[in-house]
Nanobody
């Protein structure tokens, strides 16, 4: 229903910044919440941040609060993740996701109905 493509990943030094983008197409009007998840090698996928496209409310994992900022647009076709003060522990493949029914910024991966293919973020020490 919704196709998502991430971009903006790369290699940065600890303390640096990156801005990830997610371009959405298809039935973008159906998205009520969008979010970012990440998965490091040997670890399970974990929640990073999300935003309600209905209310604008945001949600952040404790590990990224104060460092990452999520934003979207009213057209529901773009999602961004501004990442500052990056740490080596932030190294992972980052995925954007969209939910067709959750109007709150849910952290549950099962609530998301569309997923991108991911973009690699590597933070060196």
């Amino acid at each position: 229903q919704v196709q998502l493509v991430e971009s903006g990943g790369g290699l940065v030094q600890a303390g640096g910044s990156l801005r990830l983008s997610c371009a959405a197409s298809g039935r973008t009007w159906s998205s009520k919440a969008m979010g970012w998840f990440r998965q490091a090698p040997g670890k399970e996928r974990e929640f990073v941040t999300s935003i309600s496209l209905i209310t604008g409310s945001t949600n952040y994992a404790d590990s990224v609060k104060g460092r990452f900022t999520v934003s979207g647009n009213n057209a529901r076709n773009s999602l961004y993740l501004q990442m500052n003060s990056l740490k080596p522990d932030d190294t992972a493949v980052y995925y954007c996701a969209a939910s067709s029914f959750a109007f709150t910024p849910t952290a549950r991966s099962d609530d998301y109905t569309s997923w991108g293919q991911g973009t690699q973020v590597t933070v060196s020490s």
